[in-house]
Each structure stands twice: as C-alpha cells, then as structure tokens.
C-alpha cells in the first residue's frame, strides 16, 4: 500500500532572491512563498520551516520580478504567427497583448483557437480594418467606411474580457490620401465602446503633435521613438514638444514597442534624458523577429532600456505594474503581492560588455544583459534554465 506523502504548507520557498516589485515599492532581498495558484503571505513571525515546503529554490545572486507582461506583440501575422506559450514563457513573459493582428472577420476565430488555450494571460486589440494585419506586402484598407461596427459589437458583447481595445495603423503606405480621419474616426470608435485605441503611427504623414492631439485618456501611441521620416516626438532642436507632454499629462500613454525599425537609439536616449521615458516597454514581436539579432526578445528589449539609462526599478514597472493596470488586471498580475496570481519572473542580471545596434545604424553600448532564468506560471514551474536545477532544494 502506497503512503501518500502530506500536503505542504507552502509549493515554493523562493528563497533569498533581489525582490523587484514596483506595485508594492519593493527593491530589497526577501523571500516570496507561494501556496497553490497565488502569492503567499509570510509567517507572523518571519520564521519558514523548510519542512512545510515542496520545493526551496535559492535565489541569491537573481532577481524576483512579477511575471512580465509584453504589451504589444504580434500572435498571428503572416498566416502562422507566434505560439504564446512558446515565446512568452522562456522569456519569463506571463502575460501579453497581441497588438491587433486580427480584425473582426476573424477575431472570434483567433480568440476561440489562439487566446483561450494559452496558459499565458492574453488579451488582445481589434484591428479596424476587418482584414487585420495579413502580413508582408500587404496594407490594410482603413478607409472608415469599411469599419464593420455590426461585428465589433457582437465581439464587445461576447468576447469583452479578451479584449485590451482598438487598433489602427497609419503612416506611409497605409494612410496617404486620408489625411487623420480614420484616427478621428477610430477615436469615436473607442470611445463608443468604453475602451481604447492603440495608434501605429511609424513614418507618419502627418507631425506628432497632431496625431497626439487627436488621442484621449487611456488611449496608447505605440512605438514611441520611431524615427522614420521627418516626424519624431522630437522637434528640431530635440526635446520632446510640448504637445507631447500634454498627451501624457491628458492620459495618453507611450508604448515603446520596439519592433525591428521602431526604435531609434539617439530619440530614446534624448527623451529619457529629458525625463520621458516610455509608460511601457514592449517587444512588437512578429514572426520573423523572435529569438533574431535585431529584436529577439522582452528581457533583451528591457536590457536596452537598461544601457539607454533608465534604473531597473522603471525598466521592471513598464513590463509589469503599469500593463497590468492597462490591462484591467492590477494586483491580480503584474504584482507579487499576497493574494495575486503566482506569476514570478526569477532573472540573472548579467555583467557583460557588448554594444546594441538599431534599424537605423546607430550602435549602444552596453554593460550588463537580462537573463531568464525560471518562469512560473499561476504557481507552476513553465519553464527553467537547465543550468538553474542545481539551486533547486
């Protein structure tokens, strides 16, 4: 007769790793349990018995963040697209937002076969254009005419909880001839809907300035420091304009999502200077850019955040706290508060002399890369470093 063995207090004693927890103000070496599916609170009188624990895994010398959240990443594009699973949780990725790949012809489908069987938290944007994104040589009619609202609110009625909002892209090859209608269209849109519209605008036509003016509270202006054509959230002396700042002042929010070409290192580097830093750091990942030079992946995005002189504590907030409040999940992910959904990130923050180099020629020096290390996922072990076992107790 099998004795089963008794059930453990805690799964996981995440043991003496560098706490990173933005939500809760937390930077400091501490332990964090997990009991289940969720974030433990510790003992009263701070004192664990490793007796009441499944698995011990010393942390010293990496860090603990909550689960990261990419914001802005592509699931379906091209016909094929990304598996989450596959790409989010090697990356230490708990939760992402695909960046309105799909339109309404075929939202129903992608959620139903794409988003609902992830073990990654998924919400994801209904590009306006019904065709979506269908890849490489092809651009999207965002004629406002050919909006198929009938189909957005069947999709808002039944699929809500998957749903982070609008998307539109404009720019060159997308938008010449229509001038800002299909953004003011597209605005109404979101604002019909209580939700909000994320904005492509790489090599706009039109100056930033009017593009932001356009957008409300809520409301994301993704790839933040393009700098494709004569437009950048620079003006010509390089500071960021003023209409810029009223934007954020106003709620509109700055995604980096920096993609293959959205990111150029000298408008980065001028506007954190100037102290405008991106609310979030995302990826753009599509197809083609996962695990490649140029992109590969959130922690290596978050690395180049790192040498452009943003502090850790910022660079961990914008693929954590503030996604998860975007995404209408705060203190249930994004978070490693007591209570919240087990989700932990465990990093190495690795010395290490090498430059970055963006779309555009411009090189970055850098001292120091993120690695992943393990990734759980609602308080199970998805994925780990093989070289990360021998801390296991």
């Known amino acids: 007769m099998k004795i089963s063995e008794p059930v453990k207090?805690?799964?996981?004693?995440?043991?003496?790793?560098?706490?990173?927890?933005?939500?809760?103000?937390?930077?400091?070496?501490?332990?964090?349990?997990?009991?289940n599916s969720r974030i433990a609170e510790p003992p009263e009188n701070g004192q664990i018995d490793p007796a009441d624990v499944k698995e011990i895994i010393d942390c010293a010398g990496h860090y603990v963040f909550p689960g990261l959240i990419d914001h802005h990443v592509h699931f379906s594009w091209n016909t094929s697209g990304i598996a989450p699973d596959l790409y989010c949780l090697p990356s230490g990725v708990t939760a992402a937002c695909d960046a309105g790949s799909i339109g309404t012809n075929a939202f129903e489908n992608f959620v139903r076969h794409r988003l609902m069987p992830?073990?990654?938290?998924?919400?994801?944007?209904?590009?306006?254009?019904?065709?979506?994104?269908?890849?490489?040589?092809?651009?999207?009619?965002?004629?406002?005419?050919?909006?198929?609202?009938?189909?957005?609110?069947?999709?808002?009625?039944?699929?809500?909880?998957?749903?982070?909002?609008?998307?539109?892209?404009?720019?060159?090859?997308?938008?010449?001839?229509?001038?800002?209608?299909p953004l003011e269209e597209s605005v109404k849109l979101a604002r019909r809907f209580e939700t909000r519209l994320s904005l492509h605008a790489t090599c706009p036509l039109e100056p930033l300035p009017e593009i932001a003016a356009r957008m409300g509270e809520g409301d994301v202006l993704c790839h933040t420091f393009q700098a494709m054509g004569p437009y950048s959230i620079l003006d010509e002396a390089g500071r960021v304009y003023p209409e810029i700042w009223?934007?954020?002042?106003?709620?509109?929010?700055?995604?980096?999502?920096?993609?293959?070409?959205?990111?150029?290192?000298?408008?980065?580097?001028?506007?954190?200077?100037?102290?405008?830093?991106?609310?979030?750091?995302?990826?753009?990942?599509?197809?083609?850019s996962a695990y490649q030079e140029r992109l590969f992946s959130l922690p290596v995005t978050m690395s180049r955040f790192l040498a452009l002189g943003m502090p850790l504590n910022d660079v961990v907030r914008c693929c954590t706290e503030t996604p998860a409040r975007l995404m209408g999940l705060a203190g249930q992910i994004g978070t490693l508060r007591p209570g919240a959904l087990a989700d932990v990130a465990i990093m190495e923050l690795r010395p290490h002399a090498f430059e970055?180099?963006?779309?555009?020629?411009?090189?970055?020096?850098?001292?120091?890369?993120?690695?992943?290390?393990?990734?759980?996922?609602?308080?199970?072990?998805?994925?780990?470093?093989?070289?990360f076992t021998e801390m296991m107790r």
């Not at 996981?12 to 501490?30: C, N, Q, T, Y």
């Not at 944007?125 to 957005?152: F, K, T």
Request: overall charge positive; glycine content about 10%.
């Open 9 to 35: 207090k805690y799964n996981f004693w995440l043991k003496g790793g560098h706490v990173v927890d933005p939500s809760r103000g937390m930077d400091e070496i501490a332990d964090v349990l997990i009991t």
């Open 118 to 181: 992830a073990a990654v938290t998924l919400k994801a944007s209904i590009n306006v254009a019904s065709g979506g994104l269908a890849g490489a040589g092809y651009m999207e009619d965002i004629s406002p005419e050919l909006y198929d609202v009938r189909a957005m609110e069947y999709l808002f009625e039944r699929y809500r909880e998957y749903i982070y909002g609008l998307k539109l892209r404009i720019g060159r090859d997308i938008s010449e001839g229509k001038g800002l209608r």
């Open 246 to 288: 009223e934007a954020r002042k106003r709620g509109v929010v700055f995604d980096s999502a920096q993609g293959r070409i959205h990111c150029c290192f000298p408008v980065a580097g001028a506007a954190i200077r100037q102290g405008f830093s991106p609310d979030v750091i995302s990826t753009d990942l599509i197809t083609f």
């Open 356 to 387: 970055f180099q963006d779309s555009y020629g411009n090189r970055l020096p850098a001292s120091r890369m993120l690695l992943p290390r393990m990734t759980l996922k609602a308080g199970r072990t998805v994925w780990r470093d093989i070289a």
